[in-house]
């Protein structure tokens, strides 16, 4: 397979754009470096698809490594033709390649296999060949008994010949390949209740049909896991006459034969035992793959907008991790994220410990000019919402709260990256802090957990986890690279998303920082162990050096390009002093006024380097959150019983699924926006119009009391009137 030609046709992209991306992935570049510093090479293409382009790349090689372990296997036993030759050339899956060498592939003890051993796999022949003069198969058999090889009479004769034939239709590459077109076009996804007296989540899937080419990604996981679980049984039928057609096609004399009923009858036989129960399972696979696939998709994406969340910068924050018996742990950490002060306080016990904690959070604000409330959602968030609300309406300060995710916090708190930061706070406070500078920074605090625990997606604990390891951290990765690392004061899992470290790396740069001192230069990156030229070129552009000497250390300027960026501002008659000033904010129109391409040529780059270095001359450091919405923050809580059908609310968008939003409306349970109420225009998902993060303006549909239940609506003209 022309591999380059193939990938160049799949994405829509010219050849010399496909070469260069697998030559510098073949390299050992990272996507992030390619992606940013690299544009030239591959035409500026973004970091997704090259990801995308990188891991089908590994595909495509990987299915001609196995076309030619195929190829090479069925040539060992000399029964390689120019026509599976060709067939193997023209597969385009694994599953089409492994149809061609299902006849060859050792097999174990099978009806067949033991007819074989007793001779009768000439009389299968005969019976196969449908010959318009043919004896009767019976007839035919009669020459085949053999009581010393266990054919006792025509009739085990026979049996034995069928089995061979069945087998052999069951092989057939191309019957297959038809029947498993029929079932992914016309196959039905049928489930019913393995005990109909079992209550479960799963009651709407208890007698369910859909056809297989429309069922979503969602309904699928719900139904393996109700199947998992053992509340449901579920298969996947085929109208048994067009999976029938098929096989008689293929398989019988349209001239008619005295053998052609027996074949017909082994036909039937080899669809019923051998081929049904194999294409049902791979239909089966193939939809959970597909909806592992999506959902990975949504659970990536979400994951990437929660950590590309905007910070709530120069603020001091008060965590609060609720709890019950407990109690709700407070930490309080400046705008830096220091710990200032941590605490305990009930608010769901008595009135006189409500009390106390209030004097205790009043104080705390006081004394440490508390700006924002960061509050974790889980057990008890409502009851301290509340609580929160009832102080900041007794206080005279500016202080507004919001309710972040805890997801996680547990996990990270009881790690061993948290006692090594926090030595002095059992795990608790630990969560209070994270808690707290979940608020100040996102991306900081949340690379610190394993992506998984962050819960923004759907059926996460379903996937497969290889996969999903891949995709999250290619997405942590991303996010990271794209706001860029500040050297001096990241952490080292921070450091280990920076684009060509590896944790050990990062280990090593936190160990050469507290030795020797801040950074004062990324070419001291170059003194940290294990840290080479390679490493070097491909994270120095994403660190950042506020101290440095050389303020294109701070920007996104790659070391490579600082000669070129020197003599751009001496071509217009700037210095370093001049970068990020008011004074340099005209250079695009400069540039542009002269012509990019006569100025990239002078300085020996390319144009789309030359507009990232103006662009980071005029803005230095800039970070790309900012120029998103700033998160909604609240003084005030609502019940969901204050709710009202048409009622206006603003809310934060906390999860994007297959099936809708959930939002965040000021009141503890969230609101759920079905896809079909998000926009009036027909969209295939809802991230097509909403991320993680986004506030917008929604509508009170109705409301469950009971059931915690809240539907919204995005579209004006479904607002229920009043």
């Excluded at 544009?39 to 196995?66: F, S, V």
């Excluded at 904690?357 to 009851?383: F, P, Q, R, W």
């Amino acid at each position: 397979m022309d591999i380059i030609s193939a990938l160049a046709g799949e994405f829509k992209l010219k050849q010399w754009q496909v070469e260069n991306t697998v030559k510098l992935l073949d390299e050992g570049n990272t996507v992030p470096f390619i992606a940013r510093y690299r544009k030239e090479a591959h035409g500026t293409l973004d970091d997704q698809i090259i990801r995308e382009l990188a891991e089908r790349l590994e595909y495509l090689r990987n299915l001609d490594k196995r076309r030619e372990e195929v190829r090479a296997l069925i040539d060992g036993q000399e029964k390689l033709t120019d026509e599976i030759s060709q067939a193997l050339d023209k597969a385009v899956t694994v599953t089409e390649i492994d149809d061609i060498y299902r006849p060859f592939r050792p097999k174990r003890k099978t009806r067949a296999s033991v007819a074989k051993e007793k001779g009768l796999e000439p009389l299968a022949d005969e019976i196969y060949a449908q010959k318009e003069d043919s004896p009767a198969p019976i007839e035919l058999a009669e020459a085949y008994i053999n009581p010393e090889k266990g054919v006792d009479d025509a009739q085990a004769a026979l049996q034995g010949a069928l089995d061979i034939i069945a087998e052999n239709i069951s092989d057939n590459a191309e019957i297959r390949k038809r029947l498993r077109d029929l079932f992914t076009i016309f196959g039905v996804v049928n489930s019913v209740a393995a005990d109909e007296k079992a209550e479960s989540v799963y009651t709407n899937y208890y007698d369910y049909s859909e056809a297989v080419k429309t069922i979503a990604g969602h309904r699928v996981l719900a139904i393996d896991r109700g199947e998992k679980e053992k509340f449901l049984k579920v298969s996947v039928t085929l109208d048994r006459a067009k999976a029938s057609f098929v096989i008689t096609g293929t398989t019988l004399n349209p001239k008619g034969s005295p053998t052609t009923e027996a074949v017909r009858a082994a036909g039937e036989d080899a669809y019923d035992r051998l081929i049904y129960p194999s294409i049902e399972r791979e239909i089966r696979n193939m939809l959970t793959e597909k909806a592992a696939t999506g959902a990975i998709k949504v659970f990536a994406l979400n994951t990437k907008e929660l950590l590309l969340q905007p910070p709530v910068k120069g603020k001091t924050v008060m965590g609060l991790d609720p709890g019950y018996r407990t109690g709700c742990k407070v930490a309080v950490v400046d705008k830096t994220g220091k710990v200032l002060d941590t605490g305990v306080i009930y608010v769901t016990h008595s009135a006189a410990q409500r009390d106390q904690a209030k004097e205790l959070v009043k104080k705390l604000i006081s004394k440490h000019g508390v700006n924002c409330i960061s509050i974790g959602n889980g057990t008890a968030s409502k009851e301290t919402e509340i609580f929160a609300a009832e102080v900041l309406h007794e206080i005279k300060a500016e202080v507004s709260y919001m309710v972040v995710s805890e997801a996680g916090a547990s996990v990270y708190s009881a790690s061993k990256l948290a006692a090594k930061e926090f030595p002095d706070y059992d795990v608790s406070l630990r969560s209070a802090v994270s808690i707290a500078r979940r608020l100040q920074d996102p991306l900081a605090e949340l690379v610190k957990i394993d992506p998984k625990a962050i819960g923004v997606g759907q059926y996460q604990h379903d996937m497969p986890p290889k996969e999903l390891d891949n995709a999250l951290n290619a997405v942590i990765e991303d996010a990271v690279n794209s706001v860029g690392v500040d050297l001096n004061t990241a952490s080292a899992p921070l450091l280990s998303r920076v684009a060509g470290i590896n944790s050990a790396i990062a280990g090593n740069i936190v160990v050469y920082r507290d030795d020797n001192g801040e950074f004062t230069g990324r070419n001291q990156l170059l003194k940290v162990p294990k840290l080479g030229a390679k490493a070097f070129e491909q994270c120095a552009g994403f660190l950042r050096i506020a101290e440095s000497k050389n303020i294109l250390d701070n920007t996104g300027v790659h070391p490579e390009s600082y000669e070129a960026a020197k003599k751009l501002l001496k071509r217009f008659s700037f210095t370093s002093a001049d970068i990020g000033t008011p004074e340099i904010a005209n250079l695009a129109e400069l540039v542009a006024a002269e012509g990019e391409e006569e100025i990239a040529n002078q300085l020996g780059i390319g144009i789309p380097t030359l507009k990232d270095i103006v662009k980071e001359l005029i803005a230095p450091g800039r970070d790309p959150r900012d120029e998103l919405p700033p998160p909604m923050l609240r003084t005030d809580v609502m019940d969901i019983k204050d709710l009202k059908p048409g009622m206006e609310m603003k809310g934060t968008v906390r999860n994007v699924t297959d099936f809708g939003a959930f939002v965040d409306i000021g009141v503890h349970e969230d609101g759920l926006v079905h896809i079909s109420q998000i926009t009036d225009r027909y969209i295939k998902h809802p991230s097509e119009v909403l991320k993680v993060g986004n506030v917008i303006t929604v509508w009170v549909l109705n409301v469950d009391v009971a059931k915690g239940r809240i539907s919204l609506t995005m579209r004006e003209k479904n607002i229920p009137k009043n």
